[in-house]
């Protein structure tokens, strides 16, 4: 089958006619106005053949006038993949000789650089994928463009979009010319640009009526002839969107924040990750007093902020509270909302939000207790919270008596009832409120970079003592240098799970931290233990470093030695000029310097039982597997503990489950960009914010550890896999405690999401490297060999030029 009408072409043939001839051949099917053709199935493409005798046949009852010769590859038009642009388009057609050629250079565009980098970058094996082409009556429009059935720019599932042109479709698809915009939201328009009022009514009404029928917002390419028909060129779901909130049935819209910055991850999180966080960071708030829902979008972390907002009480320090550890965007979009008066207090929302009086009660006792209790004893507080650590690593460990999934299963929905969280929370929270509260105390006394010097080279950091421990270990291997910088880190993690590789330390910094990994939070991920690879590959950057005073340890050494004097210079200036609010930042830097350095070390703690929760999951998996019930092992982390149980007591095949969540998961991977705030009508609380006016070629940011630093520019999405030269500027989306190892080599760090306090800014403080985040887009701004200036005074980030060569950015 080489020709078919494209009235028969439907959904079930995508592979055969490829996914724009699909589309199209639906939309015939529904009653659109569509121009007549024919499509060149993917099969004589396999064969390589043009069917010339089929195709000029059908060109002729088409009227062989002018035609539009369209690609439709098998991979186009999808769900997840566009490919708008990446293959080609002839218009205007004309006879058998222009159509064969038309077909070939469709056929050819199957295989140009941008659409077999688009492939890649979407991991769609090339070899699979067929070009099948469709040719249609060619309409010669008076006006034409493109309609979104949901705002692009701001995410907003109640707002359309239309771009708009007189002429041809593609000088607008291209980018060619100037269009006309237009944003639909169900109020009435005059005439305005190419298109009249009228117009704008029936293509929001034709786009409600495809988004109603294939049940997701729609990318929509439509031409108005000189007759006034609107006909429609392609329909295809809009792939950048962000998902929607979880719908609630009320009529008043909802705020969600997105959490997972906080730990540094804006990676889509496994299921059965996602279960364990929602009930971990649910209780947590809970024992401060907080009641917030947490909830899934797109895989990602969202806590339901609005009756917080919405409560007269908590709406009024909502935004200071989120200063800490969610940052100055979260602040920024938060302040937004709070002046929408969707979110206006409401009548009775003065307690929403709260966990009742009583145990707001009893929390602030413990809690006034224990942050006391840490600040005047600092020492004696250390000591309790890691005796606390290891009575939690020691009662994390599985008895040695479970020897069946049903046994496991058991072990993993016991909950552990003795609690150590007092003893671990009120030091950590002491520490953060001392290091924050003298910035109020000395205003006008000093500025934010000097009490930044303070707060540098802290001691007591589980994820500092962590690195130095690399550092040292990567040192000691000097002689198997060459091995461990010419043998890929996969290769080298291979051959030490064999025990092939030399003893170099490595089993004895595993025992001690290959618990942790990144987005170690995630239950999903694999730790260190199982795949040291980017341990293998954070030895090599260290070896590459030359200049033992550019060391880690040497920099930590540097920074905490000028925290302490800068501490003595700035209490003496304090005291002389304000001698009550000096004397008190003294005393809460000095306890900063005791206390804030344990904020990692909570975190640190609850990982060790999420590594026993994963390994038995992955031993009942194991189970599963082998009743073929799922396909390998850690499918187990794409299904909840209830359809696990499912599996083991009832013998649920979970496999098609477990196969549409992985294809989700690898899609939401590829997303670059994750919202800081939500609205549940899709809006991207941050797109609706005016934007700041910077000095050309500068960046703006936070900045959250002083100095400044130029040097070459190294975008990194993966930190397992990166190469960082000593030297170079790491730019990331966002860093947690498995990105820190690579802080030993960079100059400086720039990222687009965090808080002053999180793990990121804190690790560059104390190893005296300037960092900048909350710079927007700063992974897709700035390029790997970009020459920039990295200012944590300013808050700024300065391009200066082009890369240097060619650099492709790090995977």
Not at 16 to 45: D, N, Q, Y
Not at 74 to 91: K, N
Not at 667 to 678: K, Y
Not at 715 to 720: E, K, N, Q, W
Request: charged content about 25%; aromatic content about 4%; overall charge negative.
């Amino acid at each position: 089958m080489h020709v078919i009408p494209l009235s028969e072409a439907t959904p079930d043939l995508v592979d055969l006619v490829g996914g724009k001839a699909a589309g199209l051949g639906e939309l015939i099917r529904l009653g659109e106005r569509v121009p007549e053709g024919f499509c060149v199935t993917a099969e004589a493409h396999r064969v390589g053949v043009i069917p010339q005798a089929e195709i000029v046949a059908a060109y002729e009852r088409l009227g062989a006038g002018p035609v539009a010769v369209r690609s439709s590859a098998t991979a186009e038009d999808l769900p997840d993949a566009s490919f708008a642009g990446q293959q080609d388009t002839v218009l205007n057609v004309t006879g058998a000789t222009e159509l064969i050629a038309a077909i070939e250079k469709c056929w050819d565009s199957l295989h140009t650089a941008r659409a077999t980098a688009y492939r890649d970058a979407r991991a769609i094996d090339h070899g699979a994928v067929r070009m099948a082409v469709v040719v249609q009556r060619m309409i010669t429009p008076a006006v034409a463009g493109v309609l979104f059935t949901a705002n692009p720019l701001t995410g907003r599932r109640d707002e359309m979009a239309v771009d708009a042109a007189p002429g041809l479709g593609t000088t607008v698809v291209d980018g060619a010319t100037t269009v006309d915009h237009y944003v639909l939201d169900g109020v009435t328009r005059d005439d305005a640009g190419c298109l009249t009022a009228a117009h704008l009514a029936e293509l929001r009404t034709t786009g409600a009526r495809l988004q109603d029928h294939f049940g997701r917002p729609q990318d929509v390419e439509w031409a108005i002839d000189g007759d006034g028909l609107l006909w429609l060129l392609q329909s295809r779901p809009i792939t950048s969107l962000f998902p929607l909130p979880p719908g609630t049935g009320k009529p008043l819209p909802r705020v969600y924040l997105e959490f997972g910055h906080v730990q540094g991850m804006l990676q889509p999180v496994t299921p059965m990750g996602m279960a364990t966080l929602r009930t971990q960071i649910a209780a947590m708030l809970a024992s401060l007093g907080v009641r917030v829902e947490i909830v899934d979008i797109g895989g990602r972390l969202y806590g339901d902020l609005t009756e917080l907002a919405r409560s007269r009480s908590s709406r009024k320090r909502l935004v200071k509270l989120m200063a800490v550890d969610f940052g100055p965007r979260a602040q920024a979009v938060m302040e937004h909302v709070l002046t929408d008066p969707r979110f206006a207090p409401t009548t009775g929302s003065t307690r929403r939000g709260a966990t009742g009086g009583a145990a707001s009660l009893r929390t602030a006792g413990r809690a006034v207790v224990g942050i006391l209790r840490a600040l005047a004893r600092p020492d004696a507080a250390r000591i309790r919270m890691f005796e606390a650590i290891e009575q939690m690593r020691q009662r994390s460990a599985a008895p040695g008596d479970l020897r069946t999934a049903a046994d496991r299963l058991r072990f993993l929905r016991a909950e552990d009832t003795e609690d150590s969280a007092d003893a671990i929370m009120w030091p950590i929270v002491a520490g953060m409120l001392a290091a924050a509260l003298p910035a109020a105390l000395l205003k006008g006394v000093a500025s934010a970079d000097e009490i930044h010097h303070v707060l540098g080279g802290m001691p007591h950091n589980v994820t500092i003592e962590m690195d130095l421990a690399l550092w040292r270990l990567a040192r000691g291997a000097d002689e198997h240098r060459q091995l461990l910088l010419d043998t890929p880190p996969d290769e080298l993690a291979a051959r030490h799970l064999r025990g092939e590789l030399p003893d170099i330390g490595m089993a004895a910094f595993l025992d001690a931290y290959g618990h942790r990994g990144v987005a170690e939070v995630d239950l999903g991920v694999p730790r260190w233990a199982e795949n040291p690879a980017p341990v293998f590959a954070a030895i090599a950057n260290y070896l590459r470093v030359t200049d033992l005073e550019q060391g880690p340890d040497r920099r930590f050494e540097r920074a905490a030695a000028a925290a302490e004097t800068a501490l003595k210079d700035l209490v003496v200036r304090a005291r002389r000029r304000r001698p009550v609010r000096g004397t008190i930042a003294g005393f809460l830097l000095r306890r900063a310097r005791s206390l804030a350095g344990l904020r990692e070390a909570g975190k640190f703690a609850g990982l060790y039982p999420l590594r026993e929760t994963r390994r038995q999951l992955l031993l009942i998996g194991a189970d599963l597997t082998g009743a073929g019930l799922l396909e390998q092992p850690d499918d187990i982390m794409f299904l909840t503990l209830d359809e696990v149980e499912a599996a083991v007591h009832q013998g649920t095949d979970h496999r098609v489950t477990v196969g549409a969540r992985r294809a989700v998961h690898r899609r939401e991977l590829r997303r670059r960009s994750v919202p800081v705030a939500l609205l549940s009508d899709g809006t991207d609380v941050e797109t609706v914010l005016p934007a700041a006016p910077a000095p050309d070629g500068t960046l703006a940011g936070v900045g959250a550890s002083a100095g400044r630093v130029t040097g070459p520019a190294r975008v990194v999405h993966d930190p397992g896999t990166a190469h960082v030269e000593p030297g170079e500027v790491l730019v990331a989306a966002t860093t947690d405690p498995g990105w820190t190892p690579l802080f030993l080599t960079a100059s400086a760090l720039v990222t687009e999401t965090g808080a002053i306090m999180a793990h990121g800014p804190t690790v560059a403080r104390e190893y005296g490297i300037p960092a900048v985040i909350c710079v927007p887009d700063a992974t897709r701004t700035i390029s790997t060999g970009q020459l920039v200036t990295v200012d944590g005074g300013a808050g700024t980030v300065t391009v200066h030029r082009p890369p240097a060569h060619d650099h492709e950015d790090e995977e």
